[in-house]
């Protein structure tokens, strides 16, 4: 099954890793990132998180084949902390986000997360979930589409395709993604469609909704930095502007001084930054990498250390 992680190179470097280190693959998908950190990592200890069963099963046959010093666990990233508290571990050496969503999973026609092939509107990493494409699509308010159109898919025809959805469903189900890609075209015109490719921002607003993507990332970074041991680092991956404005907030946050203290000769410990930032402009794909994989044209890479 042919994956390619992007970024690979640099993170796994800015990982710093450590050979006794204990490191966190937060999106562990196809195993890109987690192999390379468990050959770098031979008396130390990997968990890898994912919600896709079927990436945990490819992931799983991949890491064996080079150590027994990980572990797996099939849930979301956000639940990270909890989880290995259960395992009694509590601080870590580095952890990894890469935010994107796998090749093989955009390439499943089955798992409707492409708008190029026809399948059911699924779009869901844990296919144990309840909640799919489809129930979005039929069953949220008018009012709701669009805001989820607009908030996570910046799309400025946002009510406009609502509307023809709103309309269409009233008929019938819209129950595949070329359907849904027809309903868009239509909304806003052949001209508009074929200039500015709503359908892609549509989208991506439905699967960051599907997998409560943004809302993940928001609960578990304060986590991540709270589990990091001096000097342990966090790279994460992001592909598209919602992601990273996230992370970049959050990051210049955590490496401030509160403003309660700022300005004082001697601030107290409490208050003090727990991170610092490693690169101030985001590291992005060389041309090189740009050539082998078109798919990392929107790939940020942000680096912080605990202090």
Do not use: W
């Amino acid at each position: 099954m042919l994956h390619y992680s992007v970024l690979l190179k640099e993170t796994i470097e800015n990982l710093n890793i450590k050979e006794d280190g204990l490191y966190i693959d937060a999106t562990m998908g196809y195993a890109g990132h987690s192999k390379e950190i468990l050959k770098k990592i031979k008396r130390g200890f990997l968990f890898a998180f994912d919600a896709d069963i079927e990436a945990i099963k490819h992931s799983d046959k991949v890491l064996s084949e080079i150590g027994k010093n990980y572990k797996i666990f099939h849930s979301n990233f956000k639940h990270m902390k909890k989880v290995l508290e259960k395992e009694n571990v509590k601080l870590v050496d580095g952890i990894i986000f890469d935010l994107g969503f796998s090749s093989p999973q955009i390439d499943n026609e089955k798992r409707g997360f492409s708008f190029m092939s026809d399948a059911q509107l699924d779009m869901r990493m844990d296919q144990s979930q309840k909640l799919t494409a489809y129930d979005v699509v039929n069953n949220y308010l008018p009012e709701d589409l669009e805001k989820i159109f607009f908030s996570y898919g910046e799309e400025k025809l946002s009510k406009a395709i609502a509307k023809k959805i709103i309309e269409e469903r009233k008929s019938k189900k819209i129950s595949t993604t070329l359907q849904l890609v027809e309903l868009i075209k239509q909304a806003v015109g052949a001209n508009y469609f074929y200039k500015n490719h709503p359908e892609r921002k549509i989208f991506q607003a439905i699967r960051i909704e599907v997998n409560g993507e943004l809302t993940a990332l928001k609960e578990v970074l304060p986590d991540a930095i709270s589990m990091l041991k001096p000097g342990g680092r966090i790279c994460v991956i992001t592909f598209h502007s919602l992601e990273d404005r996230i992370v970049k907030r959050m990051f210049k946050d955590y490496s401030e001084v509160n403003d309660l203290v700022k300005g004082l000769p001697q601030i107290p410990d409490d208050y003090k930054p727990l991170i610092k930032i490693i690169n101030k402009k985001p590291i992005l794909p060389t041309n090189e990498e740009l050539e082998a994989n078109s798919r990392s044209k929107s790939a940020k890479l942000r680096v912080i250390e605990r202090v």
